[in-house]
């Protein structure tokens, strides 16, 4: 089955890189007009939307997830521009990883707020929209980590197991209403962050998944095209495990 998007609205959120910007260009390609926020490097944001076929096709908009007016602005300015919210992904996130011993509450509060609580503002915003179409798909991007978690990711690590009850919670409540929310939880994938870390660090994180090597970002990609497309109608409340077997 062809994993076809056409006639689709999807926001992604944090779109111009890495992940985000594999499901951004993956959701475009398959016919979707696609939005997605970023917080800073205009000049990046918008050469991606030109590249997605312009103002017609593809959105760019500048917003802090973990601010609760720009993220209900950012789902405003879909429904604005196009009528519909189809699809949602909650992508944007960071790090500020060290050991719990030496971790600062700034540190985090930091990740809990863009990657937990950035997740609920974005979601509530879409909420309404969605339950008015009685239609559409929610995906969250969580972390093998979240399951497993990970010595010095105290904080992410909370962050993306929260996003995952999270998530179940979302389609408890909005499956009635003919709305679906899933998650997709990354294993170690091949990003910029990734690529700094030498050849024996990544080494090490082969060594720890079946498959023996690193994810690429369109792995990420393809699996969050059939959970916003009508081919995972009957998927719902479910954790799509993307990481080479790490997790299981």
């Known amino acids: 089955m062809t994993l076809d998007l ?8 944090g779109g111009t890189r890495g992940i985000g910007r594999a499901i ?7 016919g979707a007009r ?13 050469a991606l939307a030109e590249q997605l076929g312009g103002a017609e096709r593809a959105l760019a908009i500048q917003a802090d997830a973990g601010d609760p007016e720009q993220a209900a602005g950012a789902v405003q300015s879909v429904v604005d521009a196009w009528g519909q919210i189809d699809g ?3 992508n944007a996130g960071i790090t500020r990883d060290g050991l719990m011993i030496r971790m600062t509450p700034e ?9 937990l609580t950035g997740a609920f503002h974005v979601c509530k915003a879409a909420y309404r929209p969605m339950m008015k179409q009685r239609a559409g798909s929610i995906v969250t991007i969580s972390s093998v980590v979240g399951v497993t978690g990970n010595a010095g990711q105290a904080n992410y690590a909370a962050s993306k197991a929260g996003l995952i009850g999270f998530t179940k919670s ?10 679906r929310a899933n998650v997709v939880a990354p294993g170690y994938i091949k990003t910029d962050m990734t690529a700094d870390l030498g050849e024996n660090v990544t080494g090490h994180m082969k060594e720890q998944i079946p498959l023996k090597r690193l994810g690429q970002p369109e792995d990420i990609a393809a699996a969050v095209l059939f959970l916003l497309s009508d081919a995972s109608t009957y998927v719902t409340g479910h954790t799509l495990h993307v990481d080479g077997g790490m997790a299981m």
Do not use: H, M, P
């Not at 951004?24 to 398959?30: D, I, K, L, N």
């Not at 540190?107 to 990657?115: C, K």
């Open 107 to 115: 540190d985090w509060e930091a990740v809990i707020s863009t990657n």
């Open 6 to 13: 056409t006639d689709k609205t999807v926001l992604v959120t």
């Open 170 to 179: 979302l389609a408890r409540e909005l499956g009635g209403r003919g709305v």
């Open 34 to 46: 696609v939005a997605f926020t970023y917080r800073s490097s205009s000049e990046t944001a918008n």
């Open 24 to 30: 951004v260009e993956a959701a475009s390609g398959a």
């Open 88 to 90: 949602l992904v909650v």
